[in-house]
């Protein structure tokens, strides 16, 4: 299969992008490894992975989840995570039972093993992830990158705002060069020039416009969802659905608050951000809260996204997103009374 994945813009090496360009997150030496690290999950008690934004980071610092499932005499264990394809990683490895992440992680989480559940969404959140250019740059639509670099962290919800925007704009996926970094390497190239553009998500998005004026030259309005979804493995969903029930209660009680407390949300999170209250307080604005299985338009959207990432060859085999979701006991109760 040929490798269609644009070149890679050679930085200095702390900007280097990884030199494996293919975006399938294997099983390979690197889940290996991860496999033989991998602390040993207790019995009564789930690991979570978490990102220092949304929900989970919310439900962690409160300490409601650990109240809610006392009564079940469950433990819990929390892993942070810089983004959502380490996290995908360390999930599928067996290293923790339940995690967040964007659109493109679960894709090739899935992809890369058949474990991968979805057990849940929040609703879109299109504004909340866009591609920047410096507020001088003589770039003024998406269609004036074509031959230009574009920072991104490799797998992530933003790569599949970039796929669809540039085809939308008549720019072949290959007529763009990328350079792969994480969110704080990207930053730092972005603000001293050594890439034209750059997408990222919110809070990351909100900081980078307050902090160097850089504009907007598209977000995911009209061209991704920008779902956040709560993910496990079969093996946890299996043996412990009580469980993933009770933590997916506490996220919506945490939702629920947070919806109608914003301020009190950025001055909880702010700390563990990084990043200043008014500032989250703009990445709040574009956030979406109300966990909920995912629906047929939720499975639809994800569909999109995995066969956009096989036509370009990023996926070695087509998937199915509905044979990754899960289905809580309680629901399938109720579905089975209504097929009566």
Request: glycine share 8%.
């Amino acid at each position: 299969m040929t490798d269609r994945t644009p070149r890679a813009l050679a930085l200095p090496p702390s900007d280097r992008p990884a030199p494996n360009r293919r975006l399938l997150l294997s099983a390979g030496l690197g889940l290996a490894a991860a496999a033989m690290l991998r602390p040993a999950r207790a019995a009564g008690s789930i690991r979570i992975g978490y990102q220092k934004y949304g929900s989970l980071v919310l439900l962690k610092g409160r300490g409601s989840l650990e109240t809610a499932l006392q009564p079940l005499g469950v433990t819990v264990a929390w892993s942070e995570f810089p983004s959502g394809p380490p996290l995908l990683e360390a999930l599928n490895a067996g290293a923790i039972d339940f995690g967040s992440a964007g659109e493109a992680p679960p894709i090739f989480a899935q992809a890369a093993s058949p474990e991968l559940r979805y057990v849940a969404t929040e609703p879109p959140a299109p504004r909340g992830e866009a591609i920047l250019v410096p507020k001088d740059s003589p770039v003024r639509s998406v269609a004036d990158l074509r031959g230009k670099t574009i920072a991104l962290n490799k797998g992530s919800n933003v790569h599949f705002l970039l796929v669809r925007a540039l085809a939308q704009a008549g720019v072949p996926y290959d007529g763009v060069k990328l350079a792969f970094l994480a969110p704080a390497d990207a930053n730092a190239a972005f603000v001293r020039g050594s890439v034209d553009a750059w997408a990222i998500w919110d809070p990351y998005l909100a900081a980078a416009e307050r902090a160097t004026g850089a504009r907007v030259l598209a977000d995911g309005q009209g061209l991704a969802p920008n779902r956040q979804f709560y993910l496990s493995r079969r093996g946890f969903t299996d043996s412990s659905p009580e469980i993933v029930s009770a933590v997916l209660k506490a996220i919506g009680e945490v939702d629920a608050w947070a919806e109608g407390h914003a301020d009190a949300v950025a001055a909880e999170l702010a700390p563990a951000v990084g990043i200043p209250a008014p500032v989250l307080g703009v990445a709040l604005g574009r956030l979406s809260y109300g966990v909920a299985p995912l629906d047929a338009a939720a499975v639809a959207d994800q569909q999109k996204v995995a066969d956009a990432f096989h036509g370009l060859g990023l996926l070695p085999r087509p998937i199915r997103v509905t044979d990754a979701v899960w289905t809580q006991p309680e629901r399938r109760a109720e579905n089975r009374a209504e097929t009566r």
